[in-house]
Antibody, heavy 119, light 108 residues
Framework: QVQLVQSGAEVKKPGSSVKVSCKAS????????ISWVRQAPGRGLEWMGG????????EYAQKFQDRVTITADEFTTTAYLELSSLRSEDTAVYYC????????????WGQGTTVTVSS | EIVLTQSPGTLSLSPGERGTLSCRAS???????LAWYQQKPGQAPRLLMY???RRAAGIPDRFSGSGSGTDFNLTIRKLEPEDFAVYYC?????????FGQGTKVEIK
């Protein structure tokens, strides 16, 4: 079954950008949706968007539409989330998740990447 | 976007009791594509159910899901100590693939 390993914690200044990676091993990388979900401290889960690389399809939640870019590299089997114009409210744990079905729920999760936005 | 409202916000139960969590959608969930997740502090979410009533691999049968359209439930038949956690529903039939705000199941 596919496994997801995310990049390490980041500390960023307000107004800057962050790029988080999610490397997949096992499974067929480009066929299945990979979603990005974040969780601010003490808060619930928030779906940000996702990608199905084989279909060239990317989806974004409207809240993040103008600040987020999700990409994938088939050769390195890695998905990326880039979030720009960071503010303190973006401080959160960012997760990638997927399943080995062509559906948008997640039964495999990365370990999470903590992004801290602070001046 | 489909808004999911979970109730109650907190459910206080004793081990061995039965618990029922509700997830109501603001519009019909396409093909009953509704999932439930369990999350414990410091951990990634864990998939419990998908397609409203299908248990994910390795999930004990004390967990069951039901419902269709706009109203869905997760039932935990006899609470074990490890079941005290936060539970989220997610609809994945329509983009954006939204989550509910969560229900915390705590020890009474």
């Amino acid at each position: 079954q596919v496994q997801l390993v995310q990049s390490g914690a980041e500390v960023k200044k307000p107004g800057s950008s962050v790029k988080v990676s999610c490397k997949a091993s096992g499974g067929t990388f480009s066929e299945f949706p990979i979603s990005w979900v974040r969780q601010a401290p003490g808060r619930g889960l928030e779906w940000m968007g996702g990608i199905v690389h084989m279909l060239g399809r990317t989806e974004y939640a409207q809240k993040f539409q103008d600040r987020v870019t999700i990409t994938a590299d088939e050769f390195t089997t890695t998905a990326y989330l880039e979030l720009s114009s960071l503010r303190s409210e973006d401080t959160a744990v960012y997760y990638c998740g997927t399943t080995d079905l062509q559906l948008w729920f997640m039964d495999v999760w990365g370990q999470g990447t903590t992004v801290t936005v602070s001046s | 976007e489909i808004v999911l409202t979970q109730s109650p916000g907190t459910l206080s139960l004793s081990p061995g009791e039965r618990g029922t969590l509700s997830c109501r959608a603001s519009q019909t969930v396409n093909s009953d594509f509704l999932a439930w997740y369990q999350q414990k502090p410091g951990q990634a979410p864990r998939l419990l159910m998908y397609a409203a009533s299908r248990r994910a691999a390795g999930i004990p049968d004390r967990f069951s899901g039901s419902g269709s359209g706009t109203d869905f439930n997760l039932t935990i038949r006899k609470l074990e100590p490890e079941d005290f956690a936060v539970y989220y529903c997610q609809q994945y039939g329509t983009s954006p693939r939204t989550f509910g705000q969560g229900t915390k199941v705590e020890i009474k």
